[in-house]
C-alpha cells in the first residue's frame, strides 16, 4: 500500500493560480499511472488529468490549456499547476495511483468570481 498526500489548495480569486501537491510515501511512479481527480458539491468524482509511467500527460477538456501535471521522481511528488481558474473548477481535488488503487485524503480549491 502507499499513503498519498495532497497540498496546495486554498481560496483565489477567478483568473488566479495554485499547485498542488501529491506526495507519495513510497516511489511508485515507474510503471504506474498518476491521476487528478475533483469533486465538486453534489457532483461525481471527475478525472482531470492523468500522468503515465512514460511521462505522457492527458487532460480534460475543461481544463486543457489551463492546468499542467508534472512529477518530479526523486521527490516521490506529484503537481497540477493550475491556471487561469475559474468557479467551476471549484472542488475537492485528488491524487489517484493506479496500480496501487490509493487515494489522498484531498484538498480544497476555492475559486470565487
Known amino acids: 500500500q502507499v499513503q498519498l498526500v495532497e497540498s496546495g489548495g486554498g481560496l483565489v480569486q477567478a483568473g488566479g493560480s495554485l499547485r498542488l501537491s501529491c506526495v507519495a510515501s513510497?516511489?511508485?511512479?515507474?510503471?504506474?499511472?498518476m491521476d487528478w481527480y475533483r469533486q465538486a458539491p453534489g457532483k461525481q468524482r471527475e478525472l482531470v488529468a492523468f500522468?503515465?509511467?512514460?511521462?505522457?500527460?492527458n487532460y480534460a477538456d475543461s481544463v486543457k490549456g489551463r492546468f499542467t501535471l508534472s512529477r518530479d521522481n526523486a521527490k516521490n511528488t506529484m503537481y497540477l499547476q493550475m491556471n487561469s481558474l475559474k468557479p467551476e473548477d471549484t472542488a475537492v481535488y485528488y491524487c489517484?495511483?493506479?496500480?496501487?488503487?490509493?487515494w489522498g485524503q484531498g484538498t480544497q480549491v476555492t475559486v470565487s468570481s
Open positions: 513510497r516511489s511508485i511512479f515507474s510503471f504506474n499511472t
Open positions: 489517484h495511483s493506479r496500480s496501487t488503487n490509493s
Open positions: 500522468i503515465t509511467s512514460y511521462g505522457s500527460t
